[in-house]
């Protein structure tokens, strides 16, 4: 079982839903996103998304667009975000990690040698936001040999059929977008959520994710009532860039208050 | 069995029907644009065949746009170079001053067929806005159009055009601030907005199925170039030259004829200050393989991946992708991609307007450049068609300003 199908299940037995945090790595400095990750673990998140700069984040809103700026102004790679993760795992085997990016910085590497390193690095899932179920035979192939999970998103748009499609080449989770839209909007309708989370949950047995557009406790609550899982973003990568200039523990001070108000309310559920 | 002198390749069956020409092209978008771009597609392949919007682009071709333009034989220019008599494909000539009108007026009939009231596009010299707006304001649509802060600095007269017809013009300010810029804005706002906006791509890349339909709306510049010089001279052309940035005036001219096997094709890049410099905007020239605004092609980008910035002295061409079809043609070896540096095409742009008396785009000069190296090399009897897609008004400014001159 892989590191994040073992976590849902223990979520699962306890009664607890899933908090999935963002940052992107090397934002606001290099020397900020380890701290962050393990003070993130620490307040209760209980699978860490890992930002992989690039130049063009086109669904990225623009917190998150900031976020990825902050990170190229120091040239961070995604060899570099894979250093991270493997350092993270020296103290650290039982937080599911994974990345989510662009497909050409993997494009660049090659697939292959991509997975090879993912998997060393304990890497446990990808999320390749441009990269749909159409486009990702090649990958996929490579991940499925590793044991590394491919996270699928579904939209407000996608058609039943699709979704279904989806579902069958998913595995992990699935991650709900919330919105049309991009990252951080601020058009959350929980109505809409809660019935396309009820049409696209009788295609699977995954568990289900929701993210885009949440914001703080009151928002994670709404949401979460209606799926396993909640997953924040632009709330962290917002209050790391206002962090820019502090030292790296501040920082993750910084992340770590957000954090714990949110997993206050996903547990007062 | 095959025909000895046609292609192995029938140039005309692609892409797939998931939009890709061999390992280019596709769909590389997030999830949420999936739908739209299936509705697209829907809407396109339901009306591609359909009479009566085909007989409403022609109209619009003939009557707004002014089309059929014509193929002007430059006979003292070819003299002077002593080699292939060179016609010029006047699309300078159309509505707005430039071969981008022929896609606008295709996908804005597409707009006004699935009843979406407002209509976005990105731009990067101001052309395509202009363009863009215009057939906005002609069918009563809302028109918002994205543009790089530096371009719309650069471009402060597209920038007012653009405003008095009635478009909003907003500013990008992330990233580099040029065009791809703008292009991940437009798709942003696309994402949100995908109930009541159709998004007016202006080159032949972007996400399957826009290569294709900008290709087919583009196709017209070919088809009434193969007519024209079969009733003027009584043959095909030897050569078709053509700038390429994103590379829709390039394909509009190439495609009709690329199941001629007779019939050389060059596409000519932004060379900017020299492909050796790295100081330019020719991938198909010195880039590699990428996913980049929803189609894999050639790409500037750096070691890790990361897109990187672009040079040229004309706005047009300064992108860091180029349309896949391009990059599946130049893989095949059909077309061959070739750079002109700034310099040249400036010299190129002087060249043309005091020798035809033609002012061409910098975009076009481009081309006219590598037709100076070409025609030389072929025989009086020979035949080059070269685009010359835009006029070359909105660049006089950067001219003057090279040469010294305020105005």
């Avoid at chain 1, 996103?33 to 993130?40: E, G, N, Q, R, V």
């Avoid at chain 1, 996270?151 to 595995?171: G, H, K, Q, W």
């Amino acid at each position: 079982m892989s590191r994040i199908s073992q976590t849902f299940s223990e979520l699962k037995q306890n009664g607890r839903k899933a908090l999935v945090a963002y940052i992107v790595n090397g934002d606001p400095t290099r020397e900020a996103t380890l701290p962050a990750m393990h003070k993130m673990v620490e307040q209760g998140v209980d699978i860490i998304e890992l930002g992989v700069p690039f130049s063009d984040p086109m669904a990225e809103g623009p917190v998150i667009q900031k976020g990825h700026e902050r990170a190229l102004e120091h040239h961070v790679s995604l060899t570099d975000t894979m250093a991270v993760v493997a350092e993270f795992r020296k103290t650290n085997q039982s937080t599911p990690v994974l990345l989510m990016g662009y497909a050409n910085p993997v494009e660049r590497m090659g697939y292959s040698v991509f997975a090879d390193k993912a998997e060393a690095a304990g890497v446990d899932g990808l999320l390749t936001v441009d990269l749909p179920l159409e486009e990702l035979t090649d990958l996929k192939r490579e991940l499925d040999s590793r044991d590394i999970d491919n996270i699928f998103l579904l939209a407000p748009t996608t058609r039943v059929e699709r979704a279904r499609d989806i579902a069958a080449n998913a595995s992990g989770f699935l991650y709900y977008v919330s919105l049309k839209g991009v990252t951080g909007a601020g058009h959350l309708d929980v109505d809409s959520v809660k019935q396309k989370l009820t049409e696209f949950g009788a295609l699977t047995e995954l568990p289900m994710c929701v993210g885009f557009g949440i914001k703080d406790a009151t928002s994670a609550k709404s949401v979460a009532v209606l799926a396993d899982g909640v997953v924040i973003g632009s709330v962290l990568v917002d209050a790391m860039g206002k962090a820019q200039g502090q030292t790296p523990d501040q920082i993750a001070e910084a992340v770590g208050a957000i954090i714990s108000d949110i997993r206050q309310a996903l547990d007062s559920l | 069995m095959n025909d000895s002198t046609k292609s192995a390749v029938d140039y005309s069956a692609f892409p797939d029907d998931r939009g890709h020409f061999g390992q280019f092209g596709g769909r590389f978008v997030s999830e949420t644009l999936i739908y739209a771009l299936d509705e697209l597609q829907e809407i396109y392949s339901s009306l591609k065949d359909n009479d009566e919007f085909q007989a409403e682009f022609d109209k619009d071709l003939a009557h707004y746009v002014g089309r059929p333009s014509p193929l002007y034989h430059a006979e003292r220019w070819s003299r002077e170079l002593g080699g292939a008599q060179i016609y010029l494909k006047r699309e300078d000539l159309n509505h707005t001053g430039a071969h981008k009108v022929n896609n606008t007026i295709g996908q804005a009939l597409l707009a006004k067929m699935t009843g979406k009231s407002r209509v976005i596009a990105e731009t990067g010299a101001g052309q395509h806005g202009v363009a863009t707006a215009t057939v906005a304001a002609r069918l009563g649509l809302k028109c918002q159009v994205y543009m790089g802060a530096e371009d719309v600095r650069r471009q402060a007269l597209n920038v007012y055009r653009m405003k008095l017809l009635g478009a909003e013009v907003i500013p990008v300010t992330s990233g580099s601030k040029t065009l791809k810029d703008a292009m991940n804005e437009a798709l942003r706002d696309w994402s949100t907005n995908v109930d009541d906006t159709f998004y007016i791509i202006g080159t032949v890349a972007g996400p399957h199925p826009y290569p294709k339909l900008v290709r087919d709306f583009q196709a017209v510049i070919g088809r009434e170039a193969r007519a024209q010089c079969l009733d003027m001279t009584g043959k095909l052309p030897d050569a078709l030259v053509a700038c390429v940035g994103g590379g829709s005036n390039a394909i509009g001219l190439f495609h009709p004829f690329l199941n001629d096997d007779t019939v050389a094709m060059y596409g000519v890049e932004a060379g900017g200050d020299g492909v050796e410099t790295g100081r330019h905007a020719a991938p198909l020239n010195d880039g590699v393989p990428g996913v980049l605004h929803g189609n894999r092609t050639y790409l500037m980008e750096d070691e890790n991946g990361q897109i990187i910035e672009t040079h040229s002295v004309s706005a047009g061409l300064d992108y860091p992708g180029v349309g896949p079809e391009h990059a599946w043609l130049k893989d095949l070896g059909r077309v061959k991609y070739v750079p002109i540096n700034d310099q040249e095409a400036l010299a190129a742009f002087r060249k043309t307007t005091r020798t035809e008396g033609i002012m061409p785009a910098l975009e076009s000069s481009h081309a006219l450049a590598y037709v100076e190296k070409l025609a030389p090399t072929m025989s009086p009897e020979q035949i080059i068609i070269v685009n010359l897609s835009g006029r070359g008004d909105k660049d006089i400014l950067t001219v003057a300003d090279i040469d010294g001159i305020t105005v």
